[in-house]
T-cell receptor
Framework: NAGVTQTPKFQVLKTGQSMTLQCAQDMNHEYMSWYRQDPGMGLRLIHYSVGAGITDQGEVPNGYNVSRSTTEDFPLRLLSAAPSQTSVYFC?????????????FGNGTRLTVT | EDQVTQSPEALRLQEGESSSLNCSYTVSGLRGLFWYRQDPGKGPEFLFTLYSAGEEKEKERLKATLTKKESFLHITAPKPEDSATYLCLCSSGSARQLTFGSGTQLTVLP
């Protein structure tokens, strides 16, 4: 059972480039979400989805887009990368609507924007 | 604004030396408090959920407790493999209202 799979593990972008961070889960979870983790700070919610076709903004959504066409996949798009987006990105899923269901995390994508 | 503060930021223990990590929160309408363990280069791994003051959960050498203002993660006779960063997450209200602490980096020396 793979759980939550994120690709790629590492990525280097130049300022202004675009890319998509992939996230897939095989647990049939309705809730999926994206976070960024920066040194000295807690994980911060970027975007989340409570089911296919439904997405909403989290705490730090600017510069990021998401879509949810299937239950399994929840990609995160950076349209024009900026150095401030250098971070480690985590995708997570949950079997029920938070706030009472634990999140299951992927192993992250380390992104560097130069 | 919801706030979650973890202390200490870093903790070094000798193997077998018991201690506690703290998660202090100011959250409107706490629905659940979660503890996670994070190893370097990995995603957070779920440990416990606590829902109401007075609740306790145990798993091997770890025990989590909850009051109306804070949660403690007690580590009894830790081993080097317990070395990791421990994260606290508070959830309130909607699916959007999730607040993480910045974590406690625990190192257990053999």
């Amino acid at each position: 059972n793979a759980g939550v799979t994120q690709t790629p593990k590492f990525q280097v972008l130049k300022t202004g480039q675009s890319m998509t961070l992939q996230c897939a889960q095989d647990m049939n979870h309705e809730y999926m979400s994206w976070y960024r983790q920066d040194p000295g700070m807690g994980l911060r919610l970027i975007h989340y989805s409570v089911g296919a076709g439904i997405t909403d903004q989290g705490e730090v959504p600017n510069g990021y887009n998401v879509s949810r066409s299937t239950t399994e996949d929840f990609p995160l798009r950076l349209l024009s990368a900026a150095p401030s987006q250098t971070s480690v990105y985590f995708c997570a899923s949950s079997s029920g609507p938070t706030p009472t269901s634990p999140l299951h995390f992927g192993n992250g994508t380390r992104l560097t924007v130069t | 604004e919801d706030q979650v503060t973890q202390s200490p930021e870093a903790l070094r223990l000798q193997e077998g030396e018991s201690s506690s990590l703290n998660c202090s929160y100011t959250v409107s309408g706490l629905r659940g408090l979660f503890w996670y363990r994070q190893d370097p280069g990995k995603g957070p791994e779920f440990l416990f959920t606590l829902y109401s003051a007075g609740e306790e959960k145990e798993k091997e050498r770890l025990k989590a407790t909850l009051t109306k203002k804070e949660s403690f993660l007690h580590i009894t006779a830790p081993k080097p493999e317990d070395s990791a960063t421990y994260l606290c997450l508070c959830s309130s209200g909607s699916a959007r209202q999730l607040t993480f602490g910045s974590g406690t980096q625990l190192t257990v020396l053999p």
